[in-house]
C-alpha cells in the first residue's frame, strides 16, 4: 500500500507498472482530481531521459542583485530541467491504468497506522475504513511537529503568465534574480520562460517561519509591475512552502512494515529544496527490492559531508539573513558552473565541496561552526 498520489507515490507506482509487478498496490489519496497545480525543475545532464521527457530545458540560468549586479552561468553537458505536473500526472495516470495489479484510491484519506500480526492496518476516511497490507510506503507531508523543527522555510507562490507580445527572455533562466534582504527577510525572484510569450513567474522567501500564498502576493504583483507584466494574462497559479533543514520525527519507522519516503522521508536536499530527482531515484531503488521479493526501502539518509555542509548552510542563512544575497552571489560568480551544479544535484566530490567553502565569506561560517546547532525532539 502507498498512502500518498503525490510525486512520490506516483513515480513509485509507475515504476512497479513499468516492471510488470505482480503484486497489488493500492495507492490511497485524498484529492478526487489531479490539477495543474505545480512544477518540479532540477539540473539533469544533457541526453539523460529526465532531460528528454522535460516539458523545457535551458543551458543558462541568470542571477542578479536589486542594484543592477548580474550574471549568467552554465555548465557543459548540463540543462536546467522543468517538468510540468500536469504532463506528470496524465503520464503516471496512463502507465498505472495498464497495471490490473495497481489501483488508485481517490478521494481517500489515512488516518492511524498501527501494525497487526503480520500485516499493518490502516484506518481511512472516504474508501471502505479499515484497509491491510503487509507493507506501507508512507509519502504524506511531514507533521507540523516535523517542519516545527526546520532551520528555515522556502516559501514563494507564482503565475503562469502570456503576454500578447513576446516579453520573456526564452534562452535562459532568471534562477534567483532581483536579491534583496528587507524586514520580512531574504527574497528573490524565479522566471522560468517557456517562450517569448510564455512563462511560470515566482518570488521566493526564505523565512524562519512560512508564509502563505496571501502574504506573499503583494510580492508578486510588485514583481509583475516593475517588469510591466501586470496586464498578462494569468494561465494559472502554484505556490508551496518547502521545509529546509527538515529533522526526521524521533520514531521513524518504528511502526513494523512502514517506510517513510516525499518530503516527510527526506527527499528534499536540505540547503536548497530540490527534491524531484532525489525522488525518482528512491522509487528506482523501492521498486527493484518490491520486484525482487524484498520489503520497500524509504529515502536514504545523505552522505555525512551532504548533510553537513547543508547544515552549515542553512546556519549561516538563518543568522545572516542580510547577507544572504551577497552569499548566493558569491556561490554562482566563484564556484565554477559545473562543480556548482554538481553540488546542487547531489553529485559533489570532495574537490566540488572545496570550491564551495572558498567562494563563501569565512567569517559568518566559521561563526555557525562554533555555534551549538539547536536540538529538537519530535514526537514518533
Known amino acids: 500500500m502507498v498512502i500518498g498520489g503525490g510525486l512520490a507515490g506516483l513515480s513509485l507506482a509507475m515504476r512497479l507498472a513499468q516492471l510488470g509487478y505482480g503484486g497489488r498496490v493500492r495507492i490511497i489519496e485524498p484529492r478526487q482530481h489531479y490539477e495543474d497545480d505545480r512544477s518540479w525543475a532540477f539540473w539533469t545532464t544533457r541526453g539523460s531521459v529526465w532531460a528528454a521527457s522535460a516539458t523545457r530545458t535551458w543551458d543558462r540560468w541568470r542571477f542578479s542583485m536589486t542594484d543592477g549586479e548580474s550574471l549568467t552561468r552554465s555548465a557543459e553537458g548540463w540543462c536546467y530541467a522543468y517538468v510540468r505536473s500536469e504532463e506528470f500526472y496524465q503520464a503516471a495516470l496512463r502507465t498505472i491504468a495498464g497495471s490490473p495489479n495497481i489501483t488508485l484510491l481517490t478521494g481517500t484519506r489515512a488516518a492511524d497506522i498501527e501494525a497487526l500480526g503480520d500485516d499493518v492496518h490502516v484506518s481511512t476516511t472516504g474508501h471502505g475504513g479499515i484497509l491491510t497490507a503487509r ?63 510564455r512563462a511560470l513567474v515566482e518570488v521566493t522567501r526564505f523565512t524562519p517561519q512560512p508564509i502563505g500564498a496571501a ?84 529515502h536514504p539518509d545523505d552522505p555525512p559531508m551532504r548533510c553537513w555542509m547543508d547544515r552549515l548552510f542553512l546556519r549561516v542563512l538563518a543568522s545572516h539573513p542580510a547577507r544572504t544575497p551577497e552569499f548566493f552571489l558569491r556561490l554562482a560568480s566563484s564556484v565554477p558552473g559545473p562543480a556548482f551544479v554538481r553540488f546542487m544535484s547531489d553529485q559533489a566530490g570532495w574537490a566540488d565541496h572545496g570550491r564551495i567553502i572558498a567562494a563563501l565569506p569565512p567569517v559568518p561560517f566559521l561563526q555557525a561552526l562554533r555555534a551549538r546547532p539547536r536540538r529538537t525532539r519530535l514526537p514518533a
Do not use: N
Open 215 to 298: 502574504e506573499l502576493a503583494p510580492d508578486l504583483e510588485s514583481l509583475l509591475d516593475a517588469r510591466g507584466w501586470s496586464h498578462a494574462e494569468r494561465l494559472r497559479s502554484e505556490s508551496a512552502t518547502l521545509p529546509m533543514g527538515l529533522p526526521a520525527p524521533a520514531g521513524a519507522g518504528t511502526v513494523r512494515g512502514v517506510v517513510r519516503a516525499g518530503i516527510g522521508g527526506g527527499a528534499l536536499r536540505a540547503a536548497s529544496g530540490y527534491g524531484f530527482l532525489r525522488i525518482q531515484a528512491w522509487a528506482d531503488s523501492c521498486a527493484d527490492a518490491l520486484v525482487q521479493g524484498c520489503p520497500p526501502v524509504g
Open 135 to 197: 507493507h506501507v510506503v508512507d509519502t504524506r507531508s511531514p507533521s507540523a511537529s516535523q517542519c516545527s523543527a526546520a532551520t528555515l522555510f522556502q516559501s514563494f507562490v507564482g503565475h503562469e503568465l502570456r503576454l500578447s507580445q513576446p516579453g520573456f527572455d526564452a534562452e535562459q533562466v532568471e534562477l534567483m534574480t532581483d536579491m534583496r534582504c528587507d524586514a520580512r527577510g531574504f527574497v528573490f525572484s524565479y522566471v522560468l520562460a517557456l517562450s517569448p510569450t
